[in-house]
C-alpha cells in the first residue's frame, strides 16, 4: 500500500474511513489504553510499603513532581496493567498500516515510556516530565506544538480530554459514556469508537463479594447458645450488627483487592477480580471502600456496639496492610476476625459469649484459618506466595498445626458436655456427647477434601456449599434442641 493509497481499515466500531497516511495518532493512557488510574495504583502501592507520606511531599512542588516522585517509589510492573484489548487490536492494524502512533498522556514520563517500552508500538512518548502535567488544556497545547492544529487524532475517554478533543482533527472515542459521546459526535468527525462506559454495579457487587456475608451469620450464635430464639430485640440487634459486618467487610474486601492488585494479576484465579482486570477503575474503588466502612460504623452504633466494629475494621486493615505478609500472625489474626463476629453478635443481641464458646470458636477458627493457607499453597505451589510469608515446604507443618488446633476444639466441645455449666444449661447434657465425634468428622473431613486439593475456596464457603455440612449443622442442630427439651431417665 502506497502512502498516496486511500484505503478504509475496517473495524467494527469504525464510524469514518482511515487512511495509511492519515494524521498521527495520539493516545491516552489512563483509562484510555489501560483499563486503569497508573497514578492511583502508583499511590496504592505506595500506602502499601508506608512510602505515600514521602511522596505526598511533593505535591508542594506541584502536581508534576508529584506523579514523578510516585512513579520513582512504585515503579509499578506496567506488564501486569489490565489494557484495552479492543483498542489495542486497532493500534496494531493502524501500525501496520504505516500510521504514526503517539502515546500522549498526563501519567509521568517514567511510566508512559515503561508502558510504550512493553508494548513496541509508539513512534514517540508525550508526558508529563516533573514540571509540567499534561493534562486536559496542557496537553492539547503541547500536541499542538508538536503536531499543529488539526494536525493529529486523539483518543481519550474522560471529559478532561475535551479540550484536546477540540483541537484535534478526529477523535477516537474509549469508554466515554453515552451523553459525553452524544454531545461529541455533535462537534467532532469520530474516526472509532470503542464502547461505551460500562455497568460498574454489577463488578462492583462481585468485588464486594456478598457471598463472604455467610461468615457473618456469626453473629447470630448467641442467641441460638442463650435459647433466646424468641427474644425479638435480641434478634433486632443481631440483624443491625450482621449489616455493620457486612458493609464492613465489603469495604475492607474492597480496600484489599486495591492492595493486592499487583499480586492478584500474578495469580491464576484472583486475576479475573474486578479492579485486578480494570472492570473497575480504582479511584472509585476507594471511594466505595469509604463509604461501606463508614456505613458499616454507623450500623454497629445503631446496634449499640460501635467499638466491635472499629476494632473489627482496623484489625481487617491491618492485616491487609502488614500482618498478612507474617507467617502465623495472619492466620491468628483471620481467627480473631471470626471470633470478633461472635463478640459482636452477643454484644448486639445483649447475649455475651461464654468462655466454653470463646475456647471452643478460638481453636475451630484457627483450624480454618490454617486451611485456608494450606490450600493455597498446595494450589500455587510456588517458591513463595506474593505478600504472604509461607514458602511451599510450609505446607505439612501448617497442615499439622491445623488439624491439633482442630482436635483441640473437639476436646472443649466435649469438656463442656460435662461441665456444670451444661448441667444447669440442658435438661440432657449427655445427648450432646453426640455433637462431639460430628463436628470431628466434619473437620477432619474438610482437612483431607484441602489435603486431595478439592478445597478452591474459603473454607466457610467451602462449607456452605457442602451437602455433608450442611447435614452436620441440622444434626448438630437437632441434638441441641433435644438436650434442651428433652429429658432422658438413668443417663
Given amino acids: 500500500m502506497s502512502e498516496e493509497t486511500l484505503s478504509t481499515l475496517t473495524h467494527p466500531r469504525c464510524t469514518a474511513p482511515v487512511t495509511a497516511a492519515a494524521v498521527p495518532l495520539c493516545v491516552d493512557l489512563d483509562g484510555t489504553l489501560v483499563l486503569t488510574d497508573t497514578l492511583v495504583e502508583g499511590m496504592l502501592a505506595l500506602v502499601t510499603h508506608r512510602k505515600l507520606w514521602w511522596c505526598l511531599a511533593g505535591l508542594s512542588s506541584g502536581r508534576a513532581m508529584f506523579k514523578q516522585r510516585v ?273 459482636g453478635g452477643g454484644e448486639a443481641s445483649g447475649h455475651a459469649l461464654s468462655l466454653w464458646l470463646l475456647a471452643f470458636s478460638t481453636f475451630l477458627f484457627l483450624s480454618l484459618a490454617l486451611m485456608k493457607r494450606v490450600q493455597e499453597l498446595l494450589a500455587l505451589r510456588v517458591s513463595r506466595i506474593a505478600r504472604r510469608g509461607y514458602m511451599t515446604g510450609d505446607e505439612a507443618i501448617l497442615q499439622m498445626f491445623g488439624c491439633a488446633s482442630a482436635f483441640a476444639a473437639s476436646v472443649v466441645l466435649a469438656l463442656f458436655v460435662q461441665s456444670e455449666t451444661a448441667m444447669r444449661q440442658y435438661r440432657s447434657p449427655a445427648l450432646l456427647w453426640a455433637i462431639v465425634p460430628v463436628v470431628l468428622f466434619w473437620q477432619c473431613r474438610l482437612w483431607l477434601s484441602t489435603a486431595r486439593g478439592y478445597m478452591r475456596d474459603d473454607p466457610i464457603l467451602y462449607a456452605a456449599r457442602d451437602w455433608v455440612s450442611w447435614l452436620v449443622a441440622g444434626l448438630s442442630a437437632v441434638l441441641l434442641v433435644a438436650a434442651q427439651s428433652i429429658t432422658l431417665t438413668g443417663l
Avoid at 480496600?255 to 494479576?265: E, T
Avoid at 460504623?297 to 481487617?316: C, D, K, Q, T, V
Fill in 71 to 343: 512513579a520513582e517509589a512504585a515503579a509499578l510492573d506496567v506488564s501486569l496493567l489490565p489494557l484495552n484489548q479492543d483498542l489495542l487490536a486497532y493500534l496494531h492494524t493502524q501500525k501496520a498500516a504505516g500510521r504514526t502512533l503517539v502515546l500522549a498522556t498526563a501519567a509521568d514520563s517514567a511510566v508512559a515510556h515503561a508502558v510504550a517500552d512493553h508494548l513496541g508500538l509508539f513512534d514517540e512518548v508525550i508526558a508529563s516530565d516533573g514540571h509540567d502535567n499534561l493534562k486536559g488544556a496542557a496537553k492539547a497545547a503541547a500536541l499542538v506544538r508538536r503536531f499543529g492544529e488539526r494536525g493529529f487524532a486523539y483518543a481519550g475517554d474522560s471529559p478532561s480530554d475535551v479540550a484536546i478533543w477540540q483541537k484535534a482533527q478526529r477523535a477516537i472515542l474509549v469508554n466515554t459514556g453515552s451523553r459525553l459521546s452524544a454531545q461529541l459526535r455533535d462537534k467532532l468527525p469520530i474516526e472509532a469508537e470503542f464502547g461505551s462506559q460500562a455497568d460498574r454495579l454489577r463488578p462492583l457487587l462481585q468485588a464486594m463479594r456478598p457471598h463472604q456475608w455467610v461468615k457473618n451469620l456469626l453473629v447470630f450464635v448467641p442467641i441460638f447458645t442463650a435459647h433466646a430464639l424468641t427474644e425479638w430485640a435480641a434478634w433486632s440487634g443481631a440483624l443491625l450488627m450482621f449489616v455493620a459486618f457486612c458493609a464492613t467487610a465489603s469495604g475492607i474486601y474492597l480496600g484489599n483487592d486495591l492492595m493486592d492488585l499487583a499480586a492478584d494479576r500474578r495469580h491464576p484465579r484472583k486475576r479475573l477480580r474486578p479492579f485486578a482486570r480494570g472492570a473497575l477503575p480504582p479511584q472509585q474503588g476507594v471511594a466505595y471502600a469509604a463509604l461501606l466502612v463508614c456505613l458499616g460504623a454507623i450500623a454497629g452504633w445503631l446496634a449499640g456496639s460501635p467499638p466491635i466494629i472499629l476494632i473489627y475494621a482496623a484489625l481487617s486493615m491491618t492485616y491487609s496492610l502488614h500482618l498478612k505478609q507474617q507467617p502465623l500472625a495472619d492466620v491468628f489474626t483471620l481467627a480473631a476476625l471470626y471470633t470478633i463476629r461472635l463478640v
